[in-house]
């Protein structure tokens, strides 16, 4: 089955402990993006990548880092959690980022940092 | 920057009724107009998208309409029902950035 995957879906931690949510899809898809989904704020792009070790900034990239070494994972790190990073997390993927198409979209992270 | 206002925030309408969400966009390279819905605890999901070289796409009742011109594009929904309850994201990426840009959402409510 053609997918995107995440883990974990739920993960409650505190100030300043480092922690990555891994995603990862098996459609043999060129682009792969993070975005976090606050409440008015919509969904906002935090990276991006267009392909293995080619990634790039979004529109909220502060406190988050990422890496593409194989095409098909693409985590999201957290170095140092703040309570502001309190969030959904989504990561998504595209056959390609030219032209962009069809995002498909894990099931998501819920993250909660205290 | 690149930015993709989206309206109303809240839509609440009765069953078999019309709705119509309206998005405008900034940056005139936007090429790919796509909607996603989102229903309540699950991802988002395409639902229709347009490119710029048509004006109007349908898929039974849904249809997406776009005004170049104007830089604003809207989503049609007829006939409502109460599984169109969701929240609804357009999204304008500008071509050659390959970012994605989306909206802020509208929550739609289909009442009984």
């Known amino acids: 089955e053609a997918q995107v995957t995440q883990n974990p879906r739920y993960l409650i931690t505190v100030t300043g402990k480092k922690l990555t949510v891994t995603c990862s899809q098996n459609m043999n898809h060129e682009y792969m993006s993070w975005y976090r989904q606050d409440p008015g704020l919509g969904l906002r792009q935090i990276y991006y990548s267009m392909n293995v070790e080619v990634t790039d900034k979004g529109d909220v990239p502060e406190g988050y880092k990422v890496s593409r070494k194989e095409k098909r994972n693409f985590p999201l790190i957290l170095e140092s959690p703040s309570p502001n990073q309190t969030s959904l997390y989504f990561c998504?993927?595209?056959?390609?980022?030219?032209?962009?198409?069809?995002?498909?979209f894990g099931p998501g992270t819920r993250l909660t940092v205290t | 920057g690149e930015n993709v206002e989206q309206h109303p925030s809240t839509l609440s309408v009765q069953e078999g009724d019309s709705a119509v969400i309206k998005c405008t966009y900034s940056d005139s390279a936007s090429n790919y107009f796509p909607w996603y819905k989102q229903e309540l605890g699950k991802r988002p999901q395409l639902i229709i998208d347009i490119r710029s070289n048509v004006g109007e796409k349908k898929d039974q009742r849904i249809a997406v309409t776009l005004n170049k011109t104007a830089k604003h594009f809207s989503l049609h929904i007829t006939e409502t029902q109460p599984e169109d309850s969701a929240v609804y994201f357009c999204a304008a990426p500008p071509e050659g950035t390959y970012k994605y840009i989306f909206g802020t959402g509208t929550r739609l409510k289909v009442l009984a």
């Open positions: 998504a993927s595209s056959l390609s980022g030219d032209p962009l198409g069809e995002q498909y």
